[in-house]
């Protein structure tokens, strides 16, 4: 509808459409590349790029490879709140939108309240910015948990990326060395790990990146005993599921058998929530009302 108002032509009807709105140039290669790993049938991209930062033919040399139809428009960034109210106004749509909305556009048109403040509104020296939450301080407070419970630990990184499941390799492999050569702890031993990695979706599963990374270990520690893995995401959330990530050991693989269900199978499909569920290997803590990355524990004991 707003298309159309703007004479915009209207592509047919996509079963998703994705409205990017950002004042970031440097953030539209990575949103770009989330929007096509998106796996609808059918979708097209609306980007509203805010500020005059951005290099429009840089943009239509990025989307124009996409595999489905992209719009978009450019807003400055001296529009104020009358100006968004006339556009509204112009085409008929203010009845359309909440209360709320109208409100707060008329209060900002009659200079009720300030206009969105502009880079030059400011005094930056009198700014300054305290970080009070990240992953390294969740790794940090994770250690000293772990030494209180009689555990060497270390942290090995804050800044894990990569493919999930070669993420859990490496971590598996650790975990092995440490039981195997006592290096480089000596058992009982407490490895963290924070980050995010990534998942290339191949299957129709259901699950997130933590509990790939835990379903892939569970394949790298078959057989194993006395290593454990948690990976978890801090929100409480782990992709489109009610689970913050899944724990796994040596056993796991063996259990999961023996209720009919394949490993390889399940991850390969990136189906690792299905996987864990029956097993009740699931980490499910709800929303823990913020958010610094993964965490991934591993814990090996003498």
Not at 69 to 82: E, L, M, V, W
């Amino acid at each position: 509808m707003l298309l159309g108002c703007h004479s915009i032509p209207v592509k047919a009807d996509p079963v998703v459409s994705i409205l990017l709105v950002t004042k970031r140039p440097d953030y539209l290669e990575h949103a770009v590349a989330q929007i096509r790993a998106q796996r609808y049938g059918s979708k097209e991209l609306v980007a509203v790029l805010h500020g005059d930062d951005f290099d429009l033919e840089a943009f239509a040399e990025l989307t124009a490879s996409c595999d489905f139809p992209t719009t978009t428009i450019q807003q400055p960034s001296t529009a104020t709140f009358g100006d968004c109210l006339k556009i509204l106004q112009r085409y008929g749509l203010e009845s359309q939108l909440p209360e709320t909305i109208r409100r707060r556009l008329s209060m900002g048109a009659k200079g009720e309240i300030e206009e969105t403040p502009k880079t030059d509104d400011f005094d930056w020296d009198r700014v300054q910015n305290v970080i009070i939450g990240n992953n390294r301080m969740a790794l940090e407070a994770a250690s000293r948990k772990a030494q209180d419970l009689g555990f060497n630990p270390f942290i090995l990184t804050s800044q894990l990326q990569g493919e999930a499941r070669e993420a859990a390799h490496v971590v598996a492999a650790i975990g092995k060395e440490i039981a195997q050569h006592q290096t480089p702890l000596i058992p009982p031993a407490c490895i963290l790990l924070g980050g995010e990695t990534t998942v290339t979706l191949k299957g129709d599963g259901e699950g997130g990146r933590n509990q790939e990374i835990s379903l892939a270990a569970a394949l790298a520690l078959d057989g194993i005993q006395k290593i454990y893995l948690l990976s978890a995401g801090s929100d409480g959330s782990d992709g489109p599921t009610d689970a913050a990530g899944a724990f796994t050991d040596g056993e796991t693989c063996d259990r999961a058998r023996k209720l009919g269900l394949d490993p390889h199978d399940f991850l390969a499909r990136n189906d690792a929530y299905t996987f864990f569920k029956p097993l009740d290997d699931l980490y499910i803590t709800g929303p823990t009302r913020t958010n610094v990355m993964d965490i991934i524990i591993v814990l090996v004991e003498t």
